[in-house]
């Protein structure tokens, strides 16, 4: 078969802008193609791209996975039939590419361009993306020579237009892959936007109409702009922005007509869609606005949209983060018929994100683990005995193959030889019996003996090449033969060895200990093909178990019919796929630690990733010439680390959580001394159900909702709370009683709403309130205590209210939980309630031994008698205590390069316990 009709399906992130398709066996199988053809892509146009295999997901659907831009190409869209078949291609002698608006062009930059594009199948009126560090420059093929589809080569000539082609029309740069971690919300803006625009007869016959209006609403950031765009490129409909204040004038009934003359052009370019950002601004509930203006634009918006006659072929789509302040009468059924809440991206949304706005990126990164977990594998796949065995009897069957193959071209050659020995007898004897008055036919006849001579000469020569080959092909049949058995006990041995190594010691640990001191010295960034076995082979000193090593090296200096068992290529393959790996988990590890992160963050988060890693080679450069060219070694080690990313974090703070104190703390449990039982209490209430939420689902009951960490200050409540935070992952935030209160009615309850609000946004989320007492006292029900009495009750309805506190943990502390209200700490508010007690002398030992942990002690100091010493001492007074000791040796030494016992002696005498407590009269209170 010739060709096939597949559906249209979307491309997969990592497969964006690379112009390949992924097609299943079946149909590969049909078409004659192998990984790595070009094919030609026909809907209403025609395209060229690079076959793939399918998704193993994938396979028997009869789809084909293209991007969007392909798609533009070929001009169809998601859920369309494309006819496939294997492409005749040309090599590109010279293409030109244009802009899709008037640029200029640094130096080189043709050349950089070409180098994006070699291997790439083109044609004529094809649009393209050349990424330059995160940003996209869009271009579109103006014309290639020869004609038709093309290949781009090393020879092509790539010329760069300055000016955009206005016949190939704008290029599109936005699809569906553009938007990240919004698959569910695609999935619905396409059934009620692009489903009535590109098939409406599907809703004739449903006897249903299509929606008019569709409200986007969400945190600013979240990618509601871009989804409108997608869906209009997508749908190829006419696009009309309006931003929100733009239509308002000061001149009676302007913005109405500037309304109407958006609408009116929009049903004369139908299929059309308007989109009005910021909705709320021009649109807001009137009731509520002093301004004819708005009341006017809003009566106006309401008469249009109730008119619209292209129902289906005009589709508004309205944008707002304050979906409430939108007038009510436009949210109604025939209007704004449907609405779309947009989140905040939860991790795996992130990740999708993030692999958006880097994939132009050279992101680079070389995890240790990844590397000897490939080293490992390599290993057990290499020192199969089974697998070696089958691996030489293929060898050995080549190679006789090989030698059959060449007998029997001796045996034509010498055949081919005696053919031109009888011609040449044949024609000397002509020469004799000719006259010699007859020139003509002599010299028609010396010419022949000369061509026939020379051919001879040719066969004779490839005769005496082919008796050697045959001589080496049986030498190494022979030694194969004999080394068979040889290399089938190595391997044996070898593998024996292998086995007992991972039966009582980690193989991956100790090769991770190994590669991390390798990389000290060893740029792999910028290894050579012939560098990599060298690099293995200095990891192998590296190792502390010599019989690791020597089996290492065993393995690398093993040899199979002259060559090396492992192969330079099969190494250089490992770093490779130990680079894409580190890269993928270095994108992972950043949506972790990206809570309440929106689109436009991790945007911003990715370009300032890329200018640390541009200042870092801005010393190497020569700025001082404009038009000098940076030389393309420079370019090559240009990469975007994981360091760059962290330094980025510094200076990114997430849209989402601005306007609330918000961190993530960097607080282990091994930071604190002590507190067992607390430690493990907390783990149990917070960190699990946090981290696998899966566990309480299937047991059937719900994790607690708040814990209240009570005890005598300078025990380590704030520093508990912060480390259960550091260990689940989650944000923290930190709310300061009075810093709540307001004296303006409203202002305190509103206050709570919003940091329950933020942490719902930014979940997993851990809400700390330190000193709650301060704001949730007993209600006393007298007019004093109203603003209190308001506060009490809306965190009560926040943590025990109809709205789901899924991946919101509260945590509060108080050294007077006497004077709490009651109904915050019965269950389903405060589900428990954690006594923070004084340290007991282990305890104390403990927490003297975390402070301690830095000082340069003398061998006097005895850290089990100090604890003694200190009965009654609180954690924040051993942190004094400490503290104390080395300014003692401070005092007497500026120098002091140790802090002995008489320094703690001294500060013992210095530093007394801050609580006086009476034996454990009470649970109410301390101090």
Not at 170 to 188: H, Q
Not at 361 to 367: E, R
Request: proline share 5%; net charge neutral; with cysteine.
């Amino acid at each position: 078969m010739d060709e096939l009709d597949l559906k249209v399906a979307e491309a997969t992130q990592l497969d964006y802008g690379k112009r390949i398709v992924r097609i299943d066996s079946q149909a590969r199988n049909i078409l004659g193609l192998q990984t790595g053809d070009i094919v030609e892509v026909s809907g209403k146009k025609s395209t060229a791209a690079i076959v793939l295999p399918a998704h193993p997901q994938d396979e028997g659907l009869n789809i084909i996975r293209m991007d969007g831009i392909l798609r533009q190409n070929a001009s169809v869209g998601l859920g369309d039939r494309v006819k496939v078949k294997k492409a005749s291609i040309k090599d590109a002698k010279k293409i030109v590419l244009a802009p899709n608006q008037p640029t200029r062009y640094a130096p080189g930059f043709s050349e950089y361009v070409k180098k994006n594009l070699v291997g790439k199948p083109l044609a004529r009126g094809d649009s393209l993306l050349v990424s330059v560090f995160g940003t996209s420059f869009p271009f579109a093929v103006a014309q290639t020579n020869p004609a038709g589809l093309v290949l781009v080569s090393n020879d092509t000539q790539v010329v760069l237009n300055e000016e955009p082609l206005k016949e190939l029309g704008r290029i599109s740069t936005i699809s569906y892959e553009d938007v990240g971690g919004l698959k569910e919300e695609v999935k619905k803006i396409r059934e009620m936007v692009e489903l009535p625009m590109r098939h409406p007869e599907l809703f004739e016959r449903l006897g249903i109409e299509p929606p008019k209006g569709v409200l986007i609403y969400g945190t600013p950031g979240t990618g509601k702009t871009l989804l409108a765009k997608a869906v209009a490129n997508e749908s190829e409909a006419h696009f009309i922005t309006i931003n929100g204040p733009e239509i308002v004038s000061k001149f009676v009934g302007e913005a109405e007509e500037k309304l109407r003359n958006i609408f009116q052009e929009a049903e004369d370019n139908a299929p059309a869609i308007i989109f009005i950002d910021e909705l709320d601004s021009i649109a807001p509930k009137r009731e509520e606005v002093m301004g004819e203006v708005e009341k006017r634009i809003v009566s106006q918006l309401l008469t249009i949209m109730d008119g619209l006659k292209s129902r289906g072929q005009v589709v508004v789509i309205g944008a707002t983060n304050r979906p409430n302040s939108i007038d009510p009468a436009l949210r109604r059924p025939g209007r704004f018929d449907r609405e779309i809440e947009i989140g905040v991206p939860d991790k795996r949304s992130r990740k999708e994100i993030l692999q958006i706005h880097t994939r132009g990126m050279p992101l680079w990164d070389f995890d240790s683990r990844i590397y000897a977990e490939n080293i490992r594998q390599l290993l057990i796949a290499e020192l199969n005995p089974e697998l070696m065995e089958r691996q030489i009897k293929r060898e050995l069957t080549t190679r006789e193959k090989q030698l059959t193959s060449i007998i029997e071209d001796i045996a034509s050659a010498k055949r081919q030889e005696e053919e031109l020995s009888q011609e040449l007898t044949l024609t000397k004897t002509k020469i004799v019996q000719a006259s010699t008055h007859d020139s003509s036919t002599l010299f028609r006849l010396k010419s022949l003996v000369e061509t026939l001579m020379g051919k001879k000469s040719e066969v004779t020569e490839k005769l005496d090449k082919l008796e050697k080959e045959k001589v080496r092909v049986k030498k190494i049949i022979a030694e194969s033969e004999l080394d068979k058995v040889s290399l089938i006990n190595a391997v044996n041995k070898l593998n024996k060895e292998l086995v007992s190594f991972e039966s009582h010691k980690s193989i991956i640990d100790a090769l991770e200990k190994a590669i991390k001191k390798s990389l000290e010295t060893d740029d792999v960034l910028k290894q050579r093909q012939n560098d990599v076995r060298i690099h293995l082979i200095k990891i192998t000193k590296e190792l502390e178990d010599s019989r690791l090593s020597s089996l290492i090296n065993s393995a690398l200096e093993l040899q199979i019919s002259g060559r090396k068992l492992i192969t330079d290529e099969r190494l250089l393959q490992i770093q490779k796929d130990t680079a894409d790996k580190s890269v993928f988990k270095m994108i992972e590890g950043l949506a972790d630690i990206t809570h309440g992160f929106v689109g436009a963050d991790l945007q911003s988060l990715g370009k300032e990733a890329a200018m640390k890693s541009l200042r870092r080679i801005l010393p190497e450069l020569n700025l001082t010439e404009l038009h000098e060219e940076i030389p393309q070694e420079i370019l090559n080690n240009l990469k975007v680390v994981r360091a760059d990313f962290d330094d980025a974090l510094k200076e990114i703070r997430p849209s989402a959580l601005r306007e609330v104190f918000i961190e993530v703390p960097n607080v282990k449990w091994s930071q604190i001394g002590g507190l067992e039982g607390v430690k493990m209490e907390l783990k149990e209430a917070v960190e699990l159900p946090l981290k696998n939420p899966e566990v309480f689902t299937k047991i059937g009951i719900r994790p607690v909702k708040g814990i209240l960490l009570f005890g005598p200050p300078g025990t380590g409540k704030t520093l508990l709370a912060k480390a259960v935070a550091t260990e689940s992952e989650a944000n923290f935030i930190t709310v300061r009683g009075p810093e709540l209160l307001s004296k303006w009615v409203g202002e305190s309850e509103k206050g709570v709403r919003e940091i329950f609000r933020k942490a719902r946004t930014a979940s997993p989320c851990i809400i700390f309130f330190d000193e709650i007492d301060a704001i949730a006292p007993a209600r006393r029900g007298d007019d004093s205590s109203h603003v209190i009495e308001g506060v009490v009750n809306t965190l009560l309805a926040e943590m025990d209210g109809l709205q789901s506190m899924k991946d919101v943990v509260v945590i509060a502390t108080t050294n007077r939980v006497d004077i709490i209200d009651p109904a915050v700490t019965r269950p389903g508010r405060f589900d428990k309630l954690l006594e923070v007690p004084l340290p007991d002398v282990q305890s104390r030992e403990q927490i003297l031994s975390v402070h301690t942990g830095k000082m340069p002690l003398d061998k006097n100091v005895n850290l089990r008698d100090l604890a003694k010493l200190t009965e009654g001492y609180s954690g924040a007074d051993l942190e004094a205590l400490c503290r104390e000791a080395g300014m003692n040796a401070l005092r007497e030494n500026l120098r002091a390069k140790i802090v002995s016992e008489k320094h703690f002696t001294a500060a013992l005498g210095a530093i007394r316990p801050s609580l006086v407590i009476k034996p454990r009269e009470k649970v109410t209170g301390y101090g």
